[in-house]
């Protein structure tokens, strides 16, 4: 048997505060720009199907049972108690929280309490631009308050995040933009925002990313469904040696060419919850070709969930499973010896994020 | 048991007319630019395999028996025995009939009375373009004529397919090509061309898709061997909530992309045939990938099959032998319920179809 | 049993002929671009296992024991009787061998003599043109001693090999460069080259290619981790129907785009050996992923070893199992017929490459 007694979620959001209808729960199950195609919905996905799997047994159900009778047994316990006994049957010890997506979430200390767990905040780049724009008057006090305020959110947080690699026609520039062409992006941007206004422009979010790469804080970067060899391929080269990790998220369909660089360079990680999540009843084969190519020592677990505890539960579950079905396998043919598996088992579920982030709380 | 009582093949074209010699046969047998390799044949690829798995058996033959003898059992029933047998042996119970390819092949009614089936038109937006040419004597007919015969031939036709994406070196842009751009274009393709002369100019082909997208009708798109998600990822998004569904064709070894942008935007589907009978021994293996990331109610069974009724057999039965093996291995493990696994396996096999396609004759 | 009693290595290097350390013989186990990230190690990667599972039994020793004691063993028998014993327990008989690679590596004789196999020498453009430029004193007289060495090359040789295609940010240009650009080229090259200094210029690569590809020598193509749909459609287009034979090496993760190539172009071949030392315990799941697209006469195995004669015998041993799982699994579905599996892995094993290579000396 390959255990692996605690999960450290390297990647996640809150939970949802206020109690959910039909259409909303099923909202946050699609992946999509819009809402369900006529006559289909999203309950109809592998992440529909592994919520019905493995949630209504926490909330005294049986497993599989129609969406309406789990929701109707959710409201009956009320989204408090629904949710402790959803995180704290999903096995996750210690969360890192990307509390940078809008929606009335839970917040770090809460999602600790909550599932009986450990948590620390994980600090999106954008987000904390936005603020910064939100109370600088020029583009000079813009820009010494966005340096101070990425080096002072390094002290309480364990890492930072960023989309700024998502746009999937190009790929990620390898060199900070110069100092006139950030003036003026910001120039451009600060005259046209008003108050609450999201950042979108591919320079200064460039030039986030190398203030975040300087603070030595681990940087995660959503990769969205590009080939991330082709959109991070130029930028880990160029931050190679420079003493950060980049911690490459969401790779899947492309999550053999995200351990293909986790492989090349040493500072960079391959995060693997999501794949499974959206995977479902595949998560073990996703997971299999996802350790082929990655040194074992690069590969952090985490459930990408955002807004509904189920998610946490079905990628911690879905994990484990998976894990533990993938590597007993290879130890039964022969290829893995059991000592070793168990030790990669506890690399991927926990020790690895722990070295990365410095956790030292368990 | 999963079982697929009707089946809807989405895409196929109609079957030779004419006895076939072993290098016909063979022929038909590969995706090249080319004969075999020196030394190799066609008969030595999974859908060779596959062919001498499943069609001898349905002529009398013992399975895996040499092609020269399944040949020679083909001439001695005669073509149209053999056809009626293979396609009879199917299962199929309605054809949507891509009728855009040249050669001596049956045409959608005659399928449907050789195969005891449905079938229905699919028009073929480029060869509909060269026949205006044919009968147009300027740019203002041509392009006059253009509309209107896209529009009528909406009335008769379930849906339109184009090869417009297939250049696979650069993305299919987002926009309609603008009126002088198109006039240009027109002119130029009209002056250069020959009666029966083909359509490949990127500005018209474009013209095309967006005259088609107008019609309401559901739109196939050829994927080639490119990445969808970069191919026709900024044309999903330019085309989403216009109300015309997108049907994304021959994504493997891109299948994975193509499902995820089925999850993404609400009018894109995808297409799982030819992925299975390219890869016959793994079909299995390739439609549980496809399972991964698309929602079951995006995805539309095909055979992809032209010319050779063994091609039409070789989908159908990899398609139903996958899948039951697929979701009654999830069902087995517990993954799935049995009762969602029969519902999902009729959404892909026929319903989804029906639903997209507006078919109700069955 | 699917037997494979010889086997050709259709690409590899020499091993180095110094006893090793611990972290000399860790790094070669590294596909990177640097040393393992703090905390880590390359023996924890698919590599690593597979070295540590198949190689400890030829020297004496259990599966699975730690790197330590096997390297001390290792040493205990100095490194010629090591290599003695695990070339010669690979069962590869015949070796193909770029000695493009510096380092102190043994040549293709003394291979051959090690491992009781035969040998032959597969040229590197690169190296060639270096050696060239060292002898040259003028642009005239180095491109036309270019042009010659290369042919004098080919009557030596069983292939050329390049690594003009691994710049992973753009696609091979099809057409060989003008005249004018290649003196340009060998101009600015030679004027800033010291002796010795390597050849990078992308002008005078693809000038290589069209010498080699005018040899006739089949030509092996590196594809690093880019797709070769991409990087090598539009140059496969233009060399088909030239006579020249063009080897795909190294596609994982890209492996399936690969094989589609081979599918397409009759002169286009896929090599399948170092996806499978790269991703040990899945190697059986990413060969059967080769075996869907790719004829089967298109496929060609190798090891890629490179130093550690560990990486033959991985190659070589993870290949034979793969195979006869993979094979095997098909016949006992009865997918396959078992004289066709047969006849499939002699194929890939080692008939293809010979009749590629012209091999005659077995």
Excluded at 114 to 128: K, M, Y
Excluded at 134 to 148: I, P, R
Aim: charged content about 20%; glycine content about 12%; hydrophobic content about 45%.
């Amino acid at each position: 048997m390959i255990e692996t007694p605690s999960l450290v979620d390297q990647h996640c959001h809150g939970v949802l505060r206020t109690e959910l209808g039909l259409g909303t729960f099923e909202a946050h199950l699609g992946r999509g720009e819009g809402p369900p195609a006529p006559g289909t919905t999203f309950f109809d996905t592998q992440t529909g199907f592994a919520v019905r799997r493995w949630c209504p047994p926490l909330l005294g159900l049986e497993p599989h049972c129609p969406p309406a009778r789990y929701l109707a047994r959710r409201r009956e316990l009320g989204v408090l108690e629904a949710g402790r006994r959803l995180l704290r049957g999903s096995g996750i010890t210690t969360y890192l929280v990307d509390t940078g997506l809008p929606g009335d979430l839970t917040r770090p200390g809460e999602l600790a309490t909550t599932g009986a767990a450990q948590a620390h905040e994980i600090v999106r780049l954008e987000l904390l631009a936005e603020q910064v724009a939100d109370t600088s008057g020029t583009v000079d006090s813009f820009l010494a308050n966005l340096a101070e305020s990425v080096h002072g959110a390094a002290a309480g947080a364990v890492a930072f995040t960023s989309v700024a690699g998502l746009r999937e026609d190009r790929p990620l520039p390898p060199e900070p933009p110069g100092p006139g062409e950030v003036r003026g992006a910001a120039g451009r941007w600060l005259a046209g925002r008003q108050v609450g206004g999201e950042l979108a422009d591919p320079v200064l979010l460039r030039h986030l990313l190398w203030i975040a790469v300087a603070s030595g804080l681990p940087l995660q970067l959503h990769t969205g469904a590009a080939d991330p060899q082709r959109s991070f391929g130029a930028f880990a080269r160029a931050t190679a040696g420079l003493g950060t990790d980049l911690v490459l998220l969401h790779g899947y369909p492309h999550h053999r060419a995200a351990a293909h660089l986790a492989g090349v360079f040493p500072h960079v990680y391959a995060d693997l919850g999501p794949a499974l999540v959206r995977t479902g009843a595949r998560a073990a084969a996703v997971l299999a070709e996802i350790l082929e190519l990655a040194p074992f020592g690069k590969l952090l677990f985490s459930s990408g969930a955002h807004g509904l505890p189920e998610l946490h539960v079905v990628g911690a579950t879905l994990f484990r499973e998976a894990l533990g079905r993938v590597l007993g396998t290879w130890v039964a043919e022969g290829a893995w010896s059991l000592a070793d598996a168990q030790r990669v088992a506890a690399m991927i579920a926990a020790d690895n994020a722990r070295r990365v982030y410095g956790l030292t709380d368990e």
